[in-house]
């Protein structure tokens, strides 16, 4: 790739040619949803450009949701987004297509989302909550090691960036306590994780393979899995979280296509415990993503997403490997991203060590989220220019339960 952008302050920036992430948008003076693609501090006009300029993709891409382009397949994703390098790089184009500056559009949910599964793949996540949630047993369970530990989430409570969250209320009941109360939670916390967007269906009793990961999967989104660790305590045994994490799911609004992570791909740390042979990989990858956890404007930590035990295709072919379907817009999440060190942790419950050991913010004692706290999620990953792509980022503030 060496053409450049003819977009003023695009090159060189975290969304440059080697980027070009699709979000769903609208602006002051049309507010009809379709989809648009970042360039620099702009937004490309996708819709309107295939309107004028390729109208057999208008169904694809002058719409308000990425499922119809995901469901097109990895050929169409392809020669789309060569066409919209080629509209950002030529500079005839410049008055061919419509660009909106970023602080002018708003973003919507940038798909359709059928079913949700979030995983548990960091080691050091899964073996930190095992010494908190139950410190006289093993940290990991027998299963963790040879199978990728998920639970169903609620697609229907999954928002955008940037949407408020309103602190859930819910049973919970401290092992001191003589029985449960209701209320509003009072260890809300989030989980930075990364989510992974299918692009293809799947009938029934059809198992999809890890090597069939990169034609099915369309893209990623940073996900913030918004916890209530008091309800979650009481409620998870013995079938998992349910109410804990249904109220909201937070993804960020840019969707960055699997191609933009090409320069990525890394290859998976060993995995010391030998897998039943659906698991197996062939040069297993996962991709070097740096997150930072911004809590009202101050990182408080820094979670590598390359230190994840089980990888995007390993949770992709558990999800079907009992013949289950899949439906175009089914999403799985990481589960919480967390590395080996105190600040990569990528929950409060972590860094707070349930909230035994507070964290200091501002010069005051943090430990679970407050009413009024902003939470920022921040994603980045090196281009295939030389330089660092954004993931865009998940945004959220926490208001008073209703
Ligand atoms: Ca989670």
Redesign the pocket.
């Known amino acids: 790739m060496t053409e450049t952008t003819w977009v003023d302050g695009a090159a060189g920036s975290l969304y440059d040619l080697d980027n070009l992430p699709y979000a769903v948008f609208s602006d002051a003076t049309q507010d009809e949803p379709r989809l648009g693609v970042r360039i620099g501090d702009h937004v490309l006009d996708l819709g309107a450009a295939a309107r004028e300029l390729r109208p057999e993709w208008a169904p694809l891409l002058d719409v308000a949701a990425l499922n119809p382009l995901m469901a097109a397949g990895p050929e169409t994703w392809a020669a789309v987004r060569s066409w919209v390098n080629d509209l950002l790089s030529d500079e005839s184009n410049r008055e061919r297509v419509t660009l909106h500056p970023i602080a002018d559009v708003v973003t919507h949910l940038p798909f359709e989302v059928a079913d949700y599964v979030?995983?548990?793949a960091s080691e050091h996540h899964a073996t930190n909550v095992g010494r908190i949630f139950r410190p006289d047993g093993d940290a990991l369970l027998p299963n963790w090691k040879h199978l990728p530990v998920g639970y169903h989430g609620r697609a229907g409570s999954i928002v955008v960036s940037g949407t408020d969250i309103h602190r859930p209320a819910g049973q919970r009941k401290a092992p001191s306590d003589d029985g449960p109360t209701y209320g509003p939670s009072q260890r809300l916390d989030i989980?930075a994780?990364l989510g992974f967007m299918v692009g293809r269906s799947v009938p029934l009793g059809q198992r999809v393979g890890t090597g069939e990961f990169a034609e099915t999967v369309f893209g990623v989104t940073g996900v913030n899995?918004w916890?209530a660790r008091d309800i979650q305590a009481w409620e998870y045994v013995p079938l998992g979280?349910n109410l804990a994490?249904s109220f909201a799911t937070s993804v960020s609004a840019w969707v960055t296509p699997l191609a933009a992570l090409d320069a990525a791909r890394i290859d998976l740390p060993e995995q010391e415990v030998p897998v039943l042979p659906y698991l197996e990989e062939s040069n297993a990858t996962t991709y070097d993503i740096d997150v930072e956890v911004e809590l009202n404007g101050v990182v408080v930590a820094r979670p590598p997403y390359r230190t994840m035990y089980w990888s995007p295709a390993q949770m992709l072919a558990h999800l079907t490997v009992n013949g289950a379907s899949l439906r175009v817009g089914d999403f799985y999440?990481s589960?919480?991203i967390s590395g080996s060190e105190k600040d990569q942790r990528g929950s409060f419950l972590e860094l707070s060590w349930g909230g035994k050991e507070p964290f200091v913010l501002d010069g005051e004692e943090r430990s679970f989220l407050q009413d009024g706290d902003e939470v920022v999620l921040r994603y980045s990953a090196p281009g295939a220019r030389g330089g660092r792509i954004g993931l865009g980022e998940v945004r959220g503030r926490i208001l008073p339960t209703l």
């Open positions: 979030d995983y548990y989980e994780e899995d916890s979280p994490k999440a589960g919480t």
